[in-house]
């Protein structure tokens, strides 16, 4: 019945994996279920936990890169902050020149500039943001 201890460590391990979701504790609940399975062969205590702490280190060495390299080619990249504004439409609050301007963009007033040889951008107008530079939105006319 000792196994039971091991499968119920490794539940214990997967559980808390589901809240970390970075291919460590799902390698601890792997070690978990190898001592397990070497109690239900009759192995003393002191054996189960080498089979625990080898089977362990081995998972995290071998099999966790290979899944976080696997999750990193196929995840799309979704942009975030800042970076997702860009593309979206704009309304120019305060004409915009090349050198400084502001604009309602997502229902916030961001400071903007136009793209290099754009002519100035009147109140009111409407503007894409082809690019973010620190705080301040680059824009072009809305084609």
Known sequence: MAWLWWVGAALVFALIELLSLDFVFIMFAGGALAAGIANGAGAELWVQAIVFVVATVVLLVTLR?????????????????????VGRTASVVQEVSTASGLIKLSGEVW???????????????????????????????EA
Request: glycine residues 6%; without cysteine.
């Open 111 to 141: 400071s903007a500039r136009a793209v290099p040889g754009s002519p100035p951008l009147a109140a009111g107008t409407t503007v894409r943001v082809v690019q973010i530079d620190g705080a301040t939105a680059v824009v072009e006319p």
């Open 65 to 85: 890169p290979t899944l976080i390299r696997h999750l990193r080619e196929n995840t799309p990249k979704a942009p975030t902050n800042a970076e997702a504004n």
